[in-house]
């Protein structure tokens, strides 16, 4: 077994999976330099997930006909081409073009790594479980990756990282794609292909949904609702992946499909519903939603990406099924929760604006104080777009008389916890709808009998 | 078997963390309520000058603000700079003339309110109201301009009569 090979397809398939999350801990950076919307913004994590969702079959089927190898090298050389564009583009427009060409060729990556990796390892069981560990290791670590190149470099070095990247993955496939040009091979059995699992996908594109939205709402709760770096962010995340290898090994220990993704989804919507009711803005109550939701995710999409896949051949369509349906479930997710979302976290803007005003005004500071105050504190908060400032510097400089600076410290303390948990709660609606469809799901898992591994 | 632990298992853990936020007080946040500005709003027992100049202050923001029709929160962001006060007139489609008046109005519940918490002497509210009564436009839009010499002469219109107010408070 050419292990460099195997290590290559694992490498393309982790580095094309994560480029669906990667860019989550960047979009604040990035909607701040492109001055664009919330909603704006989100499209250059739409735009990937939607042509992955559109592309992942005909990807699947072309890399059949013209050959497995060659549609990888191909993919991985679209991939990297586009990430360099992705790395050198100063607008959204073409951010978001960039990003629709750089599905594509991972589109054609992944779905053709499933076709090589039988050959490769020697089973199609076995090849299956490489690609399905491959593809989470890539999602799960990389809002990580992508947080801590943000901040330590730049959002574009995300994208320019990922070309040497793709192109190590691409040289061992290289070897492949020769001897396909050379003998030609070139795989006829088209018609043979069974129908998809539709319980089992559809359960993915739910869970999948319910999952990047707990994602993305996160990281946008920390970043511009509590005011996190992306690196602090990036850490905090963290504790998802790393609870979903605790959920690999306790899938180890239960044989049936069914019953981890049912429990799965369960654990899922479980976190969520915790993070739509966290009593406060604090860090550390986000640590046991995320642990039920990492453990959640890792049982559920393993279990139903063997669902989908059992049994049924050929791999690379089936495994194009699944990616179409995770990446349409994500597409879904983010379209349906932006709304929402923006238009609460508008809401909460104003709530906040007058909130700060009337906590202001209350309060036993001088009079003469008290105006300049709150204009400054609604200024912080206009200025800021919607994201919860620290509104420390808006009581700069602080009165020299001690008994007034006491009074001003506290309004200080009192106003910054009335705009967290105002921020906090911006997100509530949005993380129960993520719940429920997390709980949807088990309708499709209930239904998905036939298991085939 | 198994699995049903496992399912059992992941909805025990789901309802315990949900339960114990619900329980924390996970779902009691509630946005400060801007009050009704034409709702009385009692005085708190003022002891010092300083403490009813703040209530002062507070009543005639409502005053005025009941007057507008607008909350007491924006109208007092609306006095802060020229360009708060700009803003606040396109979108209220409020002019200046509009905006002394109610401020005159606003004074006056003030002192109003002030008399009836006992914080002043009837002696003094009545030559105050008449003396708020005949401020002149271009006076009040003067002040309504620089809203620190408001709430400055607003002490300060206090401060002159100090010892006689001082005779009077509680």
Redesign the interface.
Known sequence: MPRPRVAALALAVGVVLADSSIVVLALPDIYRELDTSVSGVTWVLVSFNLVMALAAVPAALLARRVGPGRAAAVGLAIFAGAGLACGLSDELSTLILARCVQALGGAAAVTAALELLPATVGSERRAATVWAAAGATGAALGPALGGILTELVSWQSIFLLQVPVALIAAVPILAVAKHEAATGVIEPELRRTGRPHIWANLALAMVSAAIAAALFLLVLLLIEGWRLSPIAAAIVVSVMPLSALVGAK?AE????A???A???A??V???L??L?????ATIA?TI??QI?VGI?LS?VLSALTETALGGRAPQAIHGGWTISARHAGVVIGLLALTPIFTADIDQ?RH?????G???I??S?V???L???L??KV?ERLEEEKGKVPTIGPAFEPLPDNSAERAEVEQLKGELQD?LD??A??AFSTSFILAALLGLIALFPIALSKEVEL | M???V??I???V???L??GA??A??????E??Q??NPCKPRPWSNPQTL??I??Q???SA?DGAACKLGV????L??A???PE?RKRFAEKYGIDDEKLAKAIRAGLLRAVDDAEEAGALSPILAVPLRATLRDIPLEEAIELIQN??SL??N??GFLGPAESIIEQFLP
């Open positions: 306790l220990y239960v044989a049936d069914r019953s981890r049912a429990a799965g369960i654990l919507s479980g976190g519903a915790a739509a009711f966290l009593p406060k109550l046991p939603p039920l959640g049982l909460q709530d906040a604006i007058n909130a005003t009337a906590v005004l209350d036993p001088n009079p003469l008290k105006l300049d709150a204009e609604s009335q948990r105002g906090t709660h | 198994r699995g049903r496992l399912v298992g992941a909805v853990a789901s309802l963390l949900v936020y619900l924390a007080g996970g779902s009691s946040y946005p400060e801007v009050q300083g403490q100049a703040n002062f202050t507070i923001l909350s007491r929160e924006a007092a962001r006095l802060a700079t708060g809203a620190k709430l400055g607003v002490e």
